[in-house]
């Protein structure tokens, strides 16, 4: 009897970064970008045609060896600032700045997703105990890395999330003018962000770069899911969006794009959870304490600041802007009115004594 032959764990960089043929390009604001669609119109993500399947071989895998997928709760994602019902409010009075802001800081934070191809992956076979033949650990600078980021910031000639929130900003508000002084604030933010201590001073250095880093883009990626909502429900509603329908559509391939993203890090990540990691003085630590370590403490911070942050990002200029309306005060009075009520919960599921 012959059984089914089991599914390959092992992927050529090609392969992850292959895509199925398209029958008609997506054009975002003149510019050709990635995925494409089939002949029955249906949107298919770029580089998936080997990469989704490889990143479920790997995550059964785990499960089959009796490893969990670690899932970040939805719970701890903040709401979007400013919240749907205050940008349609802001949109209807013609007070665009706020969300050509907001929009515009989108698309620059997917841009920089780029970085991650320049993460430094040591020789993790060395710093591993365990094997990791046949895992995502293994191919993530063989092709798991490059993937992500030619699918946030665009890859020659062809257009990726950047251009595409770009696109679907300017669908909607009719190509606004953009606020010369966005990516500026942006980096101010981020330079102003303070220097921590290294959580694991005694793993390897370059390991524990790349642990921390993936650990904050899941965390980002994952957050990113309220982003897309947030941006599907506005630029959707034909009395705010000049172009609701694509404007939509372009954030709904975006959202279908990110989900290769969520995956393939939360099984890397539980990989290395399920083994042993070797410390630079001789000894070995859990792989779950590091993870978990790395998680809570983003996890954490996330949660506290970004409301914060975000609100800091366009509360300014949107004072400002409001003051062209009629009635400014009570304009901004029913705005405030809509503000979404939210705190951080107490557990991140991640707590340094569960992963004891
Ligand atoms: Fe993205
Ligand atoms: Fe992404």
Redesign the pocket.
Known sequence: MTSHAEPSLTFSEDELLGSRKYDEPLIAGGVRCHGGFDEDGRYHSPRTLHRTPAISAWQDQLLRSGHDVIEISRALMPPQYPNVEQAKLLLRHGVRDPMVRSLTIISIV?GF?AVIRDVRVPELAELIVEPIDGTALSHLRHGLFEAHAR??AGYEDEG??KQMWEAARDLALEHPKIPGDVLMRLMGRRSRAPKRERPFPQLDEKLERMLAMMAQVLVI?VF?EGTFQWGIDVLSDPEVSAEPQAAGDMVRY?QS??SP?VEYLRTALSEVRARTLRTVDGKQIAGCKVVDGLLHDMLHNLTRNRPREQREDVRESMIAAMQDVANPTSLEEEYESLASAWTAPAQTGFEPSSAA
Do not use: P, V
């Open positions: 997917e997703g699918d946030e990726g999330h990626e990113a975006i794009d990110e993203h």
